[in-house]
């Protein structure tokens, strides 16, 4: 199932690669990848095509693997990596820096967006209790509440500020376009510190699925587990949004799939998931800069309508699950 | 407040003390909302004192004061009122239906097929007027809602599947809003924009009238609703068992929840917020477990009608959508009150 999985990214890998303005075939694409410097294949394989390519790759895995963990931690089947104010607290500090600071370009944002996310995380993780006492539910609505009264702070300051609100209507459609490889590299240490972190959890996630009660029983100590949880959502959701701007359905979608796909393990949920969502994003940006040419539609717009009819589609078979 | 909040721990108080609790609650929020009126009918740039101010509401007084109290602020402080205790009631009743903390009408898609109505009807037709506005908020809502049932119909609606098709379908139209607004001129996306806040800048007495109306026939079956909501709460089989149509009940009420959401948005536009957070703040102070939907109605007026004179007085001109407000007035007093809770048990 896995190994199908990868080879299904690769295809889709390769797709992002080839098609684009003008398109190129695979054989080009390999011949591209591995040109000498200079040549016209190697600049358009590897100075426009793979950026792009590998942000779809980092911000899909980053999305599902947060989505993944924080359904596990919730246990609510509404929840996305959205749900601890992530994207609220990015698009926050975003729209300070738009309208306070006069911030005009994507890669400026990246900052921004990063210190927003982390702060309201940890403000969320707070008023839900902290360490220990923030159970699911309380952690959910504390994240629903703040990530509202900053959401409206948002649409207030950018409704009050025309300008604001042309620049911020454009990053608040997430999309792939225009990043280059150095925003990844300056993003890419806190995707890897998020996965590690994801990489160590799903047993304990396992536990938590049966409550808190028999998780104790088991041995596992709940409030680092939730701790940690809430870190490598943040940490993943975070540099997924300051890369690619908010991108909703990705995280929210692929980890009910995977759910359907491989049963109740969090281990293979996250796994599929992890390759699911590159799959995802990938995919939408390449429908999106076929379906309107010239013009471009953002990820996230493509993202949405692609994924979910499937998501319907699934929910409506006999097995579909709930958390 | 002297009403202090219990923790979220689902105990089960006496039945009794619990229903005195919840009594006095409401009373509490009512008289809370009926004192904010007062000032907002006697406060603007006619000054009319509190005692003047209920005198001209009754067309008693200086005329100046009649009109200022009658014509201008009488509708909006009414509006405001009814639309927040309809969507209290109506959060109240699909967070009970999904049992999930974070339902509400927006989860069948209601508001978000109501904007993109509006959405097409403003930036595509390029008309503003209010009718074709309210009609096409009513089509794309009404339309959208009617999906979700039937998407998540399968020999009856189960809760998990309803929230699921809900978030596929709102993903999707939230995304095509986002993309009618990145392509409109930026004078008609932040108009748009506004009216997708939800504002009640354009109360007037033609508004108000349509928004009683629609309360009376509405809140009327509420009183109804209480009983198979909380049969629903104890799970299908058991609502079955003691004698409830299960499927029949729970179209009913979703018929009921959409519509008193269907009022706003036709109205004022999508009021966010009010729905999802009346009815936690409501059972944080009544501590009780099941849907109050009374105290979510005392809650929702309270909240929005305070939001809303708030909205006035940060900007004047009136360009700040109460939305944009009820949003913060509900989330800060949200997480106030989880802060508390939290550092109590």
Known sequence: MLTAALAALLVVCVLSIAIGENLIGPAAVLRGLFAPPGSIEHNIVWASRVPRTVVGLVVGLALALAGGVIQALTRNPLADPGILGVNAGAAFVVAIGIAVLGVDRPIGYVWFALVGAAVTTVAVYAIGGGRGRATPVRLTLAGVALGAVLAGITQGITLLNPRAFDEFRAWSAGTLAGRYLDTVWQVLPFVVLGALLVAVLPRNLNGMAMGEDTATALGINVGRTRAGAVLAVTLLAGAATALAGPIAFVGLMVPHLARWLVGADQRWILAVSAVGGPMLVLLADVIGRVIIRPDEMPVSIVAAFVGAPVLIALVRRKGASGL | ?345
């Open chain 2, 1 to 345: 407040m002297t009403v202090l909040p219990k923790p979220l721990a689902p105990h089960q108080p006496s039945s009794r003390s619990a229903h005195v609790r919840t009594r006095l609650v409401v009373t509490v929020l009512l008289v809370l909302a009926a004192l904010v009126a007062i000032y907002l009918l006697g406060s603007g740039d006619v000054q009319v004192s509190p005692g003047n101010a209920i005198r001209a509401v009754f067309g008693a007084g200086d005329p100046a004061d009649v009109l200022a109290v009658q014509q201008w602020r009488l509708p909006r402080v009414l509006s405001a009122l009814l639309v927040g205790a309809m969507l209290g009631v109506a959060g109240a009743i699909f967070q009970s239906l999904t049992r999930n903390p974070l339902g509400s009408p927006d989860i069948i898609g209601f508001n978000t097929g109501a904007y993109t109505g509006a959405l097409v009807v403003l930036l595509v037709t390029g008309s503003s007027a209010p009718l074709g506005v309210t009609a096409g908020a009513l089509l794309g809502g009404l339309g959208t809602a009617v999906a979700v049932y039937l998407l998540a119909y399968r020999q009856g609606v189960q809760g998990f599947r309803l929230i699921i098709v809900g978030i596929a379908l709102s993903a999707m139209l939230t995304a095509a809003n986002s993309w009618l607004i990145l392509k409109a001129e930026l004078p008609q996306a932040i108009g748009a924009a506004q009216w997708g806040a939800g504002s009640l800048n354009d109360a007037t007495w033609g508004s108000t009238l349509g928004v009683c109306v629609a309360a009376a026939v509405l809140l009327a079956p509420c009183l109804w609703a209480t009983r198979p909501l909380r049969q629903l709460e104890l799970g299908d089989d058991l609502a079955a068992a003691l004698g409830l149509r299960v499927e029949p009940a729970r179209r009913a009420l979703l018929v009921l929840g959409v519509l008193l959401t269907a009022v706003s948005a036709a109205s004022y536009g999508p009021i966010a917020f009010v729905a999802l957070a009346a009815p936690q703040l409501a059972r944080r102070l009544t501590s009780a477990s099941g849907a109050g939907l009374g105290a979510a109605a005392a809650m929702g007026a309270l909240v929005l009608l305070a939001s809303d004179g708030l909205a006035q007085r940060l900007v004047t001109g009136g360009t700040l959508p109460a939305g944009v407000v009820t949003v913060c007035v509900g989330g800060l007093y949200l997480v106030w009150l989880l802060f508390r809770e939290a550092r109590r048990t």
